[in-house]
């Protein structure tokens, strides 16, 4: 990775004396980290999910799974160490407390273990399955947002990962059936989404771009006026879904007013840039820069100028079908998700663990409910000084069983546990004994007929 230097295995960081106070100060540092990993992370219910019933417990189990996934970790020293593998969750556990990283990613199960690597030829290891991830940045939507920039995100902007969340959640269901998905908070600024299907799991590379393009609407770049072209007599079913249900909505009812997309000539004409034909965007220039506006004074002037434009695009004069479809383009260019392509293309590619802890926000990177989504606040999330802060102070429930229930993180975990991992185990358990019994019966069958053939 670049920008990192990579260590040996057994280099570790500086121990930290773990010292109990009643006032935690904010911020994010190794001493609150050894204690976040000694006692709330959930190194169970991890591996747990990492293993895919892959426990041991039934014939068809296979027990080198998890040991063939690959780990990384980030130390607070910018260390970065790759290809870390592990046999058992009590491995994990102890190389987590031990290393104290401040960041953890995840890679894809390798064919053999990916530790020994340099044992084999050089096509002789290589990723076997992965899951299919996307990866949502706020910052890619720095053009259409105008109350952040950057890595800063607020209340008026994070509704378009609500909404991100909504339009790709829906489409992995309904168009193609998968069931066990995984939505987390990246700890800053975006979301990941981890699709943990078998069959997403198995995906080729060639597949998993297939996937990533049929979400691909953006054919521009940050220098060319028009980002989205929807090609076509008509939209694709999953567009027109997306267009009807919850981007159209989001961008009059909210957008428009949240983000004051019309309210300066610097603003409203990166709309009508959007717009090819020369007289439409003069007329609409004409009546926004009229001082002598006759529009009532109490109204909107966002959503005025914006229904001043669909009806002048919409009208029954403006026979182009180019133009009346730049109304939903105008729409998708400034709420369609924006996906890192590249990492939801190839098996290889790293992404951050759940539950891990943003080193420039001290947040938990927690789950997200996708049926709730509109009720997730990054701002509230569990913290590392708070969550350490609640230890100290016995916690929100003292009577609780464990120290993780003692804390706000306790909810997140249940959460993940009950809407995603409970379902996912029980699924995967089913897929391997049909699959063991499908295998069994047809040996059986084959032993039968080399039988009557031996007669």
Known sequence: MPGHEVANDDMMIDEYEQKQVNAVPDGFNSQYLKIYYGKLFPYEEMFKWMSYANDGKHPACNQSYFGRREFSFTLDNDVYLR???????????????EKCPVKIDIGPVYNVDPAKRHSYAQSGCYPEERELIFDIDMSDYDDVRYCCSG???CLECWPLMTIAIKVIDTALRDDFGFNHILWVYSGRRGVHCWVCDGKARRLT?????????????????????????LMGPALHPFLVRSYTEVLKDFFERTLLSSQKIFSTAERYEKILDMIP????????????????RTSNAKEDINVARWEQLKHLLQSGKQKMQGLRRCVEEIVFSYTYPRLDMEVSKHMNHLLKAPFCVHPKTGRVCVPIDPNRCEEFDPTAVPT?????EELNNEGLRA??????????????IRFFQSSFLEPLVKSCKEEMISSYNAKLQQSKLQQSKNVLAAI
């Not at 590392?384 to 350490?388: C, D, G, K, R």
């Open 83 to 97: 290809y870390k593998t592990f046999n058992s969750v009590s491995e994990l556990e102890n190389s987590i407390k």
């Open 151 to 153: 890595a800063d995100v």
């Open 205 to 229: 590379n060639e597949l998993r771009a297939a996937i990533a393009d049929y979400f691909r609407v953006y054919k521009g770049n940050e220098n060319s006026h028009k980002k989205v072209s």
């Open 277 to 292: 034909d020369e007289s439409v965007t003069s007329e609409l220039r004409g009546k926004w820069q009229d001082n002598r």
């Open 384 to 388: 590392l000084s708070t969550l350490i």
């Open 399 to 412: 009577e609780a069983d464990n120290e993780r229930d003692r804390t706000s993180l306790g909810k997140s």
